[in-house]
Nanobody
Framework: VQLQASGGGLVQAGGSLRLNCAAS????????MGWFRQAPGKEREFVAA????????YYVESVKGRFTISRDNAKNTVFLQMNSLKPEDAAVYYC???????????????WGQGTHVTVSS
């Protein structure tokens, strides 16, 4: 599967962005999908994930209530709606795909290029 992330940009604190990740290749619905982020000087963080069947989701504690992950299997796309953005959300965001368990960050094997999110205070 090939992944293409988009939707990053510059936003003021408190604002919103929606990240998109378009997939091509093998059957999209076969993959659990996740979003990761990496800020300068920090380790990569597992932010959100969604199961194949659009029934189960995972969020890191710091984004619960603000971010929503969703997917449209008909359009081979996964989304990350980010609301109430904070300066600490600024990072390069990556989408990834897994043939394993959606909440296991170590099973994500397929990666898109990153999209930059900048949050001004």
């Amino acid at each position: 599967v090939q992944l293409q992330a988009s939707g990053g940009g510059l936003v003021q604190a408190g604002g919103s962005l929606r990240l998109n990740c378009a997939a091509s290749g093998r059957t999209f619905s076969a993959y659990a999908m996740g979003w990761f982020r990496q800020a300068p000087g920090k380790e990569r963080e597992f932010v959100a994930a969604i199961s194949r069947s659009v029934g189960s989701t995972y969020y890191v504690e710091s984004v619960k209530g603000r971010f929503t992950i969703s997917r449209d299997n008909a359009k081979n796309t996964v989304f990350l709606q980010m609301n109430s953005l904070k300066p600490e959300d600024a990072a390069v965001y990556y989408c990834a795909a897994s043939l394993g368990t959606y909440y296991n960050q170590y099973e994500y094997r397929y990666w898109g290029q990153g999209t930059h999110v900048t949050v001004s205070s």
